[in-house]
């Protein structure tokens, strides 16, 4: 067994050599700078490379999608960073987008468009179950020992984009041993992060939402806490520790658990 | 068709024609009821002209769908399934009576009696399912009301649910039952007096049939005076009923299958666009227009909503078809760990500040009573408090949007006033300076690919 240096490819690179790649990924901001999500972004580029798909990212061409600011009510700030964006995209020839972040999923697939920015956007969990269901992506379901895994929805995946049973065919392809949270699929509880919740105090009350979900997660006894979003992961992970569980139970990305499984 | 033809002239001809009287009462009381229901119709567009442009109802054959589908099929009521299932029987029944509620109408005013009969098997079906559907939604009823007065149902609590709004539910639910009771009494006075008189039923009459077996040792006479108090009693209600609704939370009962058929039809996850701020920022954006003066004859309007002339009319309509069932609000992320917001309470509020502001509004368009729908009936507290989650939307049983008004508040507060939390205005200048909303720079936007390797097996 050997390691393979990564080198992750930039457009502007790419480019200048007269190359086009198939896909952007989108890193988002959670990606490039949350310590924790970086190594997300770090185990779907290993994916990507494991799969050899065709992509590249923005690198420091990449900025705010303007997400964060469009649901605080700033609607101009949003609307310049989308522009910008778009503007981006065009001399990029971007037509494929692939995003790790379910936030900057929503605003591409449903929001950009109204500004002229219409491209296929993907978010990585259809991604995986696509190459899990066209056979590029084989899983050895005993590599996680079968077990215990519970899923906790993006609202940004779920209610907004009706994504919920892809990241569950991903999981079931990892153990037979999914089980589901009492309030799942459209039922599913807020992390709490939405909506720019994520960057202020919550306001005042009896307890924090993220404690109410966490709670929610550790009632199914799994061992591992599946997230799919680098804000729900920031909430769930810190349910965790509040709750002083977090040396037993594991909260994990969707694309970190098929690396585990793929020993990449 | 001329069998049809013939058989329904004989229907007719057979028919006794009755006192004139109560035919022109009849038609007063009629009358008297459309008159007051065209002035609350003539009020609501009244208010409705100071709203907002939504969106364009277009895709007719998507929303015939959406209404048959969440309307008709109650599907998303079912999403608690026990008390959506009651409450579906109550509405299919309603659906079956009022083409029996339609009859009475027409009997009354042409002095015939059960005038649809000539609709054959159908009319006894049509009879024969809203008999029995009368049954059960009286026992519905009788559920509903008991939860509400000995339960205490967390979802019916909360700072919006005053008395007032204890008592308009309980007026609407015992109305509602005092329509079945007269319904099944008229029935049942027909049945025994069919049956006394030897005379042949019209319709049939499965549960009447039953209760008319217990009377009837009453004479031909007095079932037919029972008939008439129960028939009089029975359209008497569904009048005031009527002209009650509109100025109560269940108005719901003829505005919801509308509201669905107008639901927003976008993912929930997408917010609506702005074009005036599209506008600005091309404008912005543009160097030959960057440093000119904004044009003169753009017209002054807010952005965002503060008060019930900034709303849109889909807003008011989400409002005037809440039940106020409290749905959105035990499943809110914020109301459900102890703060302020309640989604119900924003849509609520809505309506409740147009009843205030909208008569004064009407007759000067300059109207102002010094007070807004922001911060004099929905402070920012709540609206800083929301996750943009979804989860109320998805649960409205008549697809209500509180998640697009409540950040068109937020957007009042950013972008008229600079308001927001301190963080959040952080964010804002992040975004704007390094284009993240932390304060990192865009150079290192790559580190998280440094030294990045993977096992090759």
């Known amino acids: 067994m050997e390691n393979k240096k990564i080198e992750i490819p930039v457009m502007a690179d790419l480019f200048a050599r007269g190359e086009k790649p198939e896909y952007l990924f989108w890193v988002g901001c959670a990606g490039a700078y949350d310590d924790r999500y970086k190594k997300v972004a770090r185990a779907f580029a290993k994916i990507l490379t494991y799969l050899d798909v065709n992509f590249a990212c923005l690198g420091k061409e990449e900025t705010c999608t303007g997400d964060p600011a469009r649901r605080a009510g700033n609607e101009m700030l949003y609307q310049m960073q989308a522009m910008q964006n778009i503007e981006v995209f065009k001399m990029y020839e971007v037509k494929k987008i692939l995003t790790i972040c379910p936030h900057c999923y929503n605003i591409f697939r449903n929001e950009y468009p109204d500004l002229g920015g219409e491209y296929e956007v993907i978010n990585y969990v259809q991604f995986i179950d696509q190459q899990l269901k066209n056979g590029k992506l084989k899983i050895d379901q005993a590599a996680l020992k079968n077990i215990g895994i519970t899923y906790h929805d993006p609202c940004y995946l779920g209610r907004a984009n009706n994504i919920y049973n892809e990241p569950r065919n991903i999981l079931k392809s990892l153990t037979t041993n999914l089980i589901e949270m009492e309030r799942n699929k459209s039922f599913a509880l807020c992390c709490g992060a939405g909506g720019a919740q994520y960057f202020k105090e919550a306001e005042k009350g009896e307890k924090e939402v993220f404690l109410e979900r966490a709670e929610d997660a550790l009632k199914t006894e799994a061992k591992i806490i599946a997230t799919a979003c680098p804000f729900c992961m920031t909430m769930m992970t810190d349910g965790l520790k509040y709750k002083n569980k977090e040396d037993e139970i594991k909260n994990y990305d969707l694309a970190e658990l098929i690396v585990q499984a793929l020993d990449l | 068709m001329n069998q049809i033809a013939a058989s329904f002239l004989l229907n007719i001809s057979s028919l006794k024609p009755a006192n004139m009287t109560k035919q022109i009462i009849f038609a007063v009381a009629l009358l008297l009821t459309l008159g007051v229901f065209a002035y609350t119709v003539f009020r609501l567009i009244s208010f409705f002209k100071l709203t907002k442009p939504a969106f364009p109802v277009r895709n007719f054959g998507k929303r015939i769908m959406v209404m048959l589908n969440v309307a008709f099929g109650q599907t998303k009521i079912f999403r608690r399934p026990v008390l959506g299932f009651i409450h579906a029987l109550v509405f299919w029944g309603f659906c079956v009576i009022l083409i029996g509620s339609v009859e009475m109408v027409v009997d009354g005013l042409s002095g015939l009696e059960r005038s649809l009969r000539f609709l054959g098997v159908v009319y006894d079906l049509i009879m024969g399912i809203g008999d029995i559907f009368a049954l059960i939604i009286a026992i519905s009823i009788v559920i509903f009301l008991f939860r509400r007065i000995f339960l205490h149902v967390k979802r019916f609590e909360g700072i919006e649910m005053k008395k007032a709004s204890h008592i308009d539910a309980n007026i609407a639910l015992t109305m509602i039952l005092l329509l079945m009771l007269s319904l099944l009494g008229m029935n049942t006075a027909y049945v025994a007096q069919q049956n006394t008189l030897n005379e042949s039923i019209q319709g049939l009459f499965p549960v009447s049939a039953v209760f008319a077996?217990?009377?009837?040792?009453?004479?031909?006479?007095?079932?037919?005076?029972?008939?008439?108090?129960?028939?009089?009693?029975?359209?008497?209600?569904?009048?005031?009923?009527?002209?009650?609704?509109?100025?109560?939370?269940?108005?719901?009962?003829?505005?919801?299958?509308?509201?669905?058929?107008?639901?927003?039809?976008?993912?929930?996850?997408?917010?609506?666009?702005?074009?005036?701020?599209?506008?600005?920022?091309?404008?912005?954006?543009?160097?030959?227009?960057?440093?000119?003066?904004?044009?003169?004859?753009?017209?002054?309007?807010?952005?965002?909503?503060?008060?019930?002339?900034?709303?849109?009319?889909?807003?008011?309509?989400?409002?005037?078809?809440?039940?106020?069932?409290?749905?959105?609000?035990?499943?809110?992320?914020?109301?459900?760990?102890?703060?302020?917001?309640?989604?119900?309470?924003?849509?609520m509020n809505v309506r409740a500040r147009m009843n205030e502001k909208g008569p004064g509004m009407v007759k000067n368009p300059e109207y102002s009573d010094n007070k807004s729908l922001l911060r004099d009936w929905i402070s920012e507290e709540e609206l800083w408090a929301c996750t943009t989650c979804n989860a109320c939307a998805k649960e409205c049983p008549i697809n209500i949007n509180h998640p697009t008004l409540i950040v068109d508040m937020r957007r009042y507060l950013v972008m008229e006033?600079?308001?927001?939390?301190?963080?959040?205005?952080?964010?804002?200048?992040?975004?704007?300076?390094?284009?993240?909303?932390?304060?990192?720079?865009?150079e290192d936007r790559m580190l998280w690919a440094e030294n990045l390797e993977m096992k090759v097996h």
């Not at chain 2, 003169?296 to 952005?303: C, E, M, T, V």
């Open chain 2, 417 to 442: 006033e600079g308001s927001a939390p301190g963080e959040l205005k952080a964010v804002f200048s992040n975004i704007e300076n390094n284009g993240a909303p932390w304060q990192y720079s865009p």
């Open chain 2, 213 to 347: 077996g217990l009377i009837d040792n009453l004479s031909a006479d007095q079932l037919h005076l029972m008939h008439e108090i129960s028939w009089w009693s029975h359209i008497l209600l569904i009048f005031i009923f009527a002209n009650m609704l509109p100025y109560s939370k269940h108005f719901h009962v003829f505005m919801s299958v509308p509201n669905v058929f107008l639901s927003r039809l976008d993912p929930l996850g997408k917010l609506p666009n702005m074009d005036s701020v599209t506008k600005e920022v091309k404008l912005m954006m543009n160097p030959d227009t960057a440093f000119a003066a904004a044009p003169g004859d753009a017209p002054i309007s807010r952005f965002g909503v503060k008060d019930i002339e900034d709303v849109s009319w889909k807003n008011y309509f989400d409002s005037l078809s809440c039940t106020q069932c409290g749905r959105c609000t035990a499943v809110c992320p914020a109301n459900i760990t102890g703060k302020l917001l309640s989604p119900r309470k924003v849509i």
